[in-house]
């Protein structure tokens, strides 16, 4: 009985042994989508960043606040314009 009782116990811990295997690779394919992620975040806030910039410079610039406001839209329309020729 007792080889019986050992060999479950074995047979129970490699089962076990595998789940946490796949346990750790799925956990490791989440940081890795994470980490992308994070990435992509981090681009768009240094251009967010360079954004701010730009305007902050603008308004030094400037001192009338409709000329700003036309320079934003000038802005504006080119970056769609961008995106527009990216996405085609």
């Given amino acids: ?6 060999k ?5 811990t490699l089962k076990e ?8 690779i799925e956990t ?3 940081n890795q989508e994470l980490q992308k992620k994070l990435n992509e975040q981090e681009k ?3 251009k967010s960043d360079n954004f701010t910039k730009i ?3 603008n308004l030094k610039n400037t001192g009338n606040t409709a000329e700003l406001k036309e320079r934003l839209d ?8 961008c995106i527009s ?4």
């Fill in 55 to 57: 305007v902050s410079d």
């Fill in 1 to 6: 009985m007792r080889f019986f009782e050992m």
């Fill in 8 to 12: 479950q116990r074995l047979e129970l």
């Fill in 85 to 88: 020729q990216l996405s085609n």
């Fill in 28 to 30: 490791q394919k989440e």
């Fill in 74 to 81: 000038e802005y504006i329309a080119e970056i769609e314009k």
């Fill in 44 to 46: 768009n806030f240094k």
């Fill in 17 to 24: 042994n595998e789940e946490l295997r796949k346990m750790v």
